[in-house]
């Protein structure tokens, strides 16, 4: 299992409660592989009502629809089988729904992804898969994001991609070294990286306001409550 050992080094995590935001509207997760119960249950420490989308009705009423991190060859395969790669490509062209790709999510969502032929390819990057190396390269740190917090965010990449090029009209969150880690335009968030794998709120409260919702305040960053085993609470009781 993958072990988030800064952590337990100590990353700062911001005193007092993190604030329930009165959030009316929804986001979705969608639910066929990957990093699903860590991002609900992300939202749902930002006060911001989710649900898992497994199929196309549940699209239905979404303000936004996260992405997970996983692997991007299934999750294609997973979206094209249960129709759910048009059913989203509509909701964004004709119901306005915002898109937060993460990490195989983001390279879903990328126009380019070098030697590979692009899936949705809705925003105007380039991506470049397993960039740094094997399941084992994978590392954390971590970087400002001025747009998105006023301090530091813990990062986690694992197998990640790196953002090679950002076309005209796409704005850039964080560059790092070589590479862009996250960048949007107006409907779209995309990140290397995991925050649902970390105690920062951050992202997930900046994609809800991109959505039109309202996420907690932005002073409590860091949720002192996350452990790494926080998503058992939102997975399926079996
Ligand atoms: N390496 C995976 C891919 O190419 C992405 C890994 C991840 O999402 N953490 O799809």
């Known amino acids: 299992m993958w072990r988030l050992s800064p952590l ?24 066929l592989q990957g990093g699903v119960q860590e991002h609900l249950d992300h939202l749902r420490r930002a006060g911001v009502p989710a649900r898992p989308v497994k199929r196309a009705t549940e699209l239905e009423g979404l303000r936004g629809l996260i992405l997970p991190g996983g692997e991007s060859t299934c999750l294609a395969r997973l979206l094209t089988i249960f129709s759910l790669k048009e059913a989203i490509q509509r909701a964004y062209d004709d119901a306005g729904l915002a898109l937060w790709g993460t990490c195989a999510g983001a390279i879903l969502l990328a126009k380019e992804n070098r030697g590979e032929l692009p899936f949705w390819g809705l925003l105007d990057i380039t991506v470049q898969r397993n960039a740094f190396g094997s399941q084992l390269d994978s590392f954390q740190r971590e970087a400002l994001a001025p747009a998105v917090a006023r301090e530091p965010l813990p990062l986690t990449f694992i197998r990640a991609p790196k953002i090679v090029r950002a076309g005209v009209g796409v704005r850039v969150l964080l560059q790092l070294d070589d590479y862009i880690a996250a960048a949007e335009d107006d409907r779209i968030l995309v990140t290397v990286f995991h925050p649902e794998l970390t105690p920062s709120l951050a992202f997930h409260r900046y994609f809800a306001r991109k959505c039109g919702l309202k996420a907690g305040a932005d002073d409590a960053t860091l949720d002192p409550d996350w452990t790494p085993q926080s998503w058992i609470r939102c997975s399926p009781q079996i």
């Open 8 to 31: 337990q080094n100590g990353w700062r995590v911001a005193a007092g409660s993190v604030a329930m935001a009165a959030a009316v509207g929804l986001i979705g997760v969608l639910d």
